[in-house]
């Protein structure tokens, strides 16, 4: 349920929920930033994607996920993610 609220409450009009969306953002894109550089540093993935970039696509491949039985939103997402590895 949280989940929901947390998604009902981003896509909210009140100015509250957007003092909630920064908070998520400053907190959360940093350390996105910081997996991606170290999995960049390991040769796992290409360099060149922003965290924020990431966030947002994987976010808005979830919308609407729970309200279509014929969309899997985890299969896209595991195909976003599997889109930054590097070639081998």
């Avoid at 350390?31 to 999995?39: I, R, T």
């Avoid at 965290?51 to 976003?80: F, K, Q, T």
Wanted: hydrophobic share 45%; glycine share 10%; charged share 25%.
């Amino acid at each position: 349920m949280t989940k929901h609220g947390l998604a009902a409450a981003l896509h909210s009009d009140d100015a509250g929920f957007d003092a909630l969306h920064a908070y998520f953002i400053d907190r959360l894109v940093p350390v996105c930033s910081e997996l991606l550089a170290a999995a960049a540093d390991a040769g796992e993935i290409d360099s060149g994607i922003e965290a924020y970039e990431l966030m947002r696509g994987v976010g808005n491949l979830c919308i609407g996920a729970d309200s279509d039985p014929r969309y899997d939103a985890r299969r896209l997402v595991g195909l976003l993610v599997t889109g930054l590895r590097r070639p081998r």
